[in-house]
């Protein structure tokens, strides 16, 4: 440590850090404007001058490296003076409409004026006045006239996401930031978060208020798995009006992407259910919460005692937090008394569970988000990470930049991922297990594995390779399309990598085969030891805000929370102790059995909660014919969904803004959903309808609050124990995936696709989510911000491809396949390869499971999400 005086005071800094590093890290303030501690240096605010002995000029602190016997002094005459006069400068053209301006209150311009006594504009020069001119996104408003070119929009831009949306237009006194590739913004508002005065606001709200008016509650996103924390700034206790980050709070650092910082005008949408709804007649009608719950208790205790308890089945939700799905499985299991319990994380993620949970032991990310910025290689198997996990995709890029990671991208469309790869593999769809294979091959063969590791800490190596001996680098190119040289060149990277990331999602787990393909991906991490510590990681991203939460709670028909199984004996006794009650016998259906017994009739009671299977679920017209022969449908949801219409009662839950809570994000990080605003309407928590309906049934729920469910939760689960609310205040707990169990290498056999194209249907047609939607749509297409930037889906198609079916780009097309048909508006797009199409389907008012195959993978009941053939034709 290099030894250095601040002001007289005697402190230690490292090498690599400035004087505003140790300054900051000794409570010392020098006054910034245009630093920030995630962007590259700018230097452009001469505000953060100090004096250095024996510099003959101030310097600027936050540029500065400290050295040996430095003697600094942050207060000077001169620095002072200096500071004053480049302030002067910065308000010559800044209006001084402070009461006005959205950033009163909280504006760095502000402050720094007030901190030296400035009140008045002293240099008087001829007013710069620029037209209006529309920005990157409509979700923000630029105010040139506010701005103070200290540049940290534009390489917040360029250093975090990577979008290079803004310059600098025209020259010194009149220069001013510009959106020059508007095509390239994704509106995730960056720029928005670093500006440090007004000149960039929110566009969105019609209400505002003044930061003095706003209640800031912290909470946690309700869109993808990453986890991101936010603060939801509310005007009392009834709107949100914005969403906000603190400082460099979670795992997001104050980074938001389109959803979590623009999504969130949904909770006050005009269709949000406020009321029991029960079905009269053939009519919805609203009625009292008494009569809505009396109506469903006798109606599942009657068909209880009719048909038994295997008769009635329960959907709950990877959207509700964890003592929501906590209780909604214990009551199915102890209240009704069935294993009959599913969730719609078993369709998104199931794949990912099963297969590392067989292979590493642990069924979650190996290693925490920040550790990606460690590895020196990054593999990207079947994930538009920069679309569909912006904030994952940010610290990747920090691993290109602070170790200098190579990138191996594979996947058939090119994503933004493409400029930053060294070696990009477009493999025919369908056939990842035959390269992943090749390449773990030709490693051994090379000797890039860790024998030691193997030996130690894995079984099943030798039978493994054994398996591997059919697969030449020609078997592979046959198989794939993916050249020797390509995997070559792919091996002797690996070869010189030091730390190996795997990062895959839903284009492996949402395959009919994605458990054997992640089996396969952990094989070639096995391979060198990459799930241990020191490793580079395993990371698949979930594509549901509670997905690891839900499976966590024991939302699936074969485990009880905790991943203990039904039939455990140990556990049994454990959970029968606690919940006095005994735990059914009988084994659980699955989510796609649930369904399968509805058209058969053996379903006659079933409860969906915030999920819709006619989204979820292929062959919708079997669902429908299956779902009118329910006796009694529950269907709790914030609104009126697809299977909603062909319930007996609704039930009115609330958002994330409106309850207390925990979500569990694919980091394995267990972290806070805090209350606030008041519920809509007579909407309640979901916690709350599910203690009271369990008490009308007999078995009463007591809880009080959240925070008791998770006291019990800690109780049951093994790797929650210990936590609690008052610990999770601190920043969220993070539980262990380290459990001792040996790795196996597990063979995985490829197959080729259930189907293939052919002169009929001569496209593979491959469906993807896409930036500005989530999840089944719920939400997201009720926000209307996400609706301004990105209204409609699309496929997208090869120009030849388009040629030869005469599609032009922009007009409306049947999308075919051998099951049904759909509409959607055509892109042409040089982005995938000829003879594939990506559908983008999330925000969709047609069926696009219509289109899929029917069949799932047998042993884990997954459906056939990212694959089938079809064709493109005008409407």
Not at 362 to 374: Q, W, Y
Not at 793 to 816: F, Q, W, Y
């Amino acid at each position: 440590m290099l030894k250095l005086t601040i002001d007289g005071k005697e402190v230690t800094g490292r090498p690599d850090q400035t004087i505003l590093d140790v300054a900051k890290e000794n409570g010392i303030t020098i006054p910034t404007l245009c630093y920030h501690p995630r962007l590259s240096l700018l230097k452009s605010c001469r505000i953060c001058l100090v004096d250095v002995e024996g510099a003959e000029m101030p310097m600027a602190s936050c540029a500065t490296p400290v050295v040996e016997g430095m003697a600094v002094h942050t207060r000077t005459e001169r620095v002072e003076k200096m500071r004053r006069e480049a302030l002067k400068l910065l308000l010559v053209n800044h209006p001084l409409d402070c009461p006005v301006c959205d950033a009163g209150g909280e504006c760095h311009l502000q402050n720094r004026a007030y901190e030296f006594g400035i009140n008045q504009v002293e240099f008087i020069t001829e007013k710069v006045e620029h037209p209006p001119f529309e920005y990157g996104t409509p979700l923000i408003r630029q105010w040139p006239d506010r701005c103070v070119m200290c540049l940290r929009c534009i390489q917040a831009c360029i250093d975090i996401p990577g979008s290079d949306v803004l310059e600098v237009a025209e020259h010194g006194y009149s220069s001013y930031v510009q959106a020059v590739r508007k095509e390239n913004c994704i509106s995730c508002g960056e720029c928005l978060h670093v500006c440090p005065v007004g000149a960039l606001t929110e566009n969105l709200s019609p209400i505002k208020g003044r930061t003095w008016q706003l209640e800031r509650t912290q909470t946690t996103c309700t869109f993808c798995a990453c986890g991101c924390q936010l603060e939801l700034n509310t005007l009392a206790d009834r709107k949100v009006v914005k969403v906000t980050t603190k400082g460099e709070a979670g795992v997001n650092q104050g980074s938001l992407c389109v959803k979590g910082r623009f999504g969130f005008d949904f909770i006050h949408h005009p269709d949000r259910l406020q009321k029991p709804l029960v079905k009269k007649s053939g009519v919805f009608v609203e009625t009292s919460w008494e009569e809505a719950l009396d109506l469903v208790a006798t109606k599942f205790q009657e068909i209880k005692e009719k048909y038994g308890a295997q008769y009635i089945g329960g959907i709950s939700s990877s959207r509700a937090t964890n003592e929501e799905n906590f209780l909604f499985q214990k009551w199915m299991r102890a209240c009704i008394g069935t294993n009959h319990i599913d969730t719609g994380a078993r369709l998104s993620s199931g794949s990912s569970l099963y297969g590392m949970m067989a292979s590493t032991g642990c069924g979650a990310m190996t290693h925490s988000m920040e550790d990606i910025a460690k590895a020196d290689l990054i593999l990207i198997v079947g994930e538009d990470v920069f679309d569909d996990h912006l904030i994952f995709s940010n610290k990747m890029r920090e691993a290109i930049r602070e170790n200098n990671a190579k990138i191996i991208l594979v996947d058939p469309r090119k994503t933004q991922w493409e400029k930053w790869a060294n070696v990009w593999l477009r493999p025919i769809p369908g056939t990842d297990i035959a390269w992943i294979n090749g390449l773990i091959r030709l490693l051994i063969g090379k000797g890039v594995i860790s024998r030691e590791y193997i030996g130690s800490k894995t079984e099943g190596f030798e039978a493994f390779q054994f398996s591997l001996n059919p697969i030449s680098p020609e078997f592979v190119e046959k198989m794939t399309g993916i050249s020797p040289a390509d995997l070559e060149a792919v091996a002797n990277l690996y070869k010189s990598a030091k730390k190996k990331a795997i990062v895959f999602g839903s284009g492996v787990t949402q395959r009919a085969n994605g458990t054997e393909i992640v089996k396969a991906l952990c094989n070639l991490a096995l391979l060198t030891g990459e799930t241990e510590q020191g490793g580079g990681g395993v990371y698949p991203l979930l594509t549901q805000n509670n997905a690891q939460g839900a499976l966590d709670m024991g939302c699936l028909s074969e485990f009880l929370p905790g991943y203990q199984r039904w039939d455990d004996e140990k556990a049994r006794r454990r959970f029968v102790e606690v919940w006095d009650k005994g735990i059914p016998e009988k084994p659980g259906l699955t989510y796609t059995e649930i369904f399968d017994k509805v058209a058969e009739g053996d379903i006659k009671a079933l409860y969906v909660f915030g999920e819709d299977p006619f989204i979820s679920l292929p062959n919708i017209e079997k669902l429908k014919k299956g779902v009118k022969r329910i006796e009694f449908l529950v269907v709790q949801d914030l609104f009126m969904t697809h299977i909603g219409n062909y319930a007996h009662v609704i039930l009115p839950g609330v958002s994330f803004a409106e309850k207390d809570g925990t979500f569990t994000n694919m980091e394995r990080r267990i972290q806070r959903v805090r209350k606030a605003i008041s519920p809509l309407g007579d909407s309640r928590p979901d916690w709350k309808i599910l203690c009271d309906l369990s008490t009308k049934l007999g078995y009463p729920m007591e809880y009080q609050s959240p925070a008791e469910i998770m006291e019990e939760i800690a109780s049951l689960v093994p790797f929650y124990a210990g936590v609690s609310y008052s610990d999770l205040e601190k920043g969220g707990m993070q539980w262990t995936s380290r459990n001792g169990w040996k790795r196996r290498f597990l063979p995985a056999e490829y197959k080729g696709a259930a189907e293939q194209p052919d002169d009929k249907y001569p496209l593979w047609i491959i469906p993807r989510g896409f930036h500005y939607h989530y999840g089944i749509g719920t939400t997201t297409k009720r926000a209307m911000g996400l609706a301004k930037v990105f209204p409609d889906s699309c496929i997208e198609i090869h120009p030849e491809d388009a040629t030869k079916a005469g599609l032009r780009d922009g007009e409306k097309v049947k999308v075919i396949s051998p099951r049904g048909e759909v509409e959607t508006i055509c892109r042409v797009s040089g982005a995938v390869p000829k003879g594939v199409a990506y559908f983008a389907t999330t925000f969709f008012s047609a069926f696009i499971n219509n289109l899929l195959i029917s069949g799932q993978e047998e042993s884990r009941q997954q459906p056939e999400y990212k694959l089938f053939i079809g064709k493109v034709e005008k409407r």
